[in-house]
């Protein structure tokens, strides 16, 4: 769903809302998925590495109007506009692991079997973003066996991040501009945590040990998306001038 007011009176917004829902038996993107001779493909069935369900996005652009009539007052008003751009979306899968068997020279991940009548997730304030996942609720299946825990069956924690620009636009001639700008990311510095960790047998298993940014990966070579250029990150500031021609 899309809604869109064009520019009046200084103010135009753009707001898109998107549901999704991808299911598949492997999505890895760097990894060669390996399942074991006792285990049939159906079993890894679930939601894609990638599957996120709800994802809004919108933007705001306003131009103030120049407030003074005339003189210098007039000459500092004019040209000031702003930019919000608003980011949110719900929670990527985490697939929790029992272990990660040697299988054939490489790596099988195998999933735990669940508890029954145990909670997943509890609330914890002293966790990254108040909440982990409960190693009561599995246990590890027999020896080179899957567990019946779903592949990417849990959620970590959704993301929301708001962008905020205030620019002035300074007219040299008809056809030459030039602009000066600010550019706030995570204007608010909210923290943004990443899946949490999902190795029952990792001492830090059901927290999150890094934050959104990060945990898409390092970029260049190493794979991933460099945190640089991510949403997730700390509150970042970037001061610009642009010529307009």
Known sequence: MQFERRLRRGLQSLLSYTWSHSLDNGSDDSQTPVIAPNITPAQERGPSDFDIRHVFSGAVTYNFPSLASGGLGAGLAKGWAMDLIVSARSAVPV????????????TSALRPNVVPGIPFYLQDST??????????????????????????????????????????????????????????????????????????????????TTMFGTSLGPGGFQGGFSPLYQVGGPRSIQLALKLLF
């Open 95 to 106: 697939n929790v692991l029992a272990s990660t068997a040697p299988l054939f020279g490489v």
């Open 127 to 208: 966790a990254p973003g108040g909440m982990r996942l409960n190693p009561a609720a599995f246990i590890a299946p027999p020896a080179n066996q899957q567990g019946d825990l779903g592949r990417n069956a849990l959620r970590g924690f959704g993301m929301n991040q708001f962008d905020f620009t205030l620019r002035r636009q300074f007219r040299i001639t008809e056809r030459l501009n030039l602009q000066a700008r600010a550019d706030f990311f995570n204007i608010f510095n909210h923290p943004k945590f990443g899946p949490p960790n999902s190795t029952l047998t990792d001492p830090l298993f059901g927290q999150a």
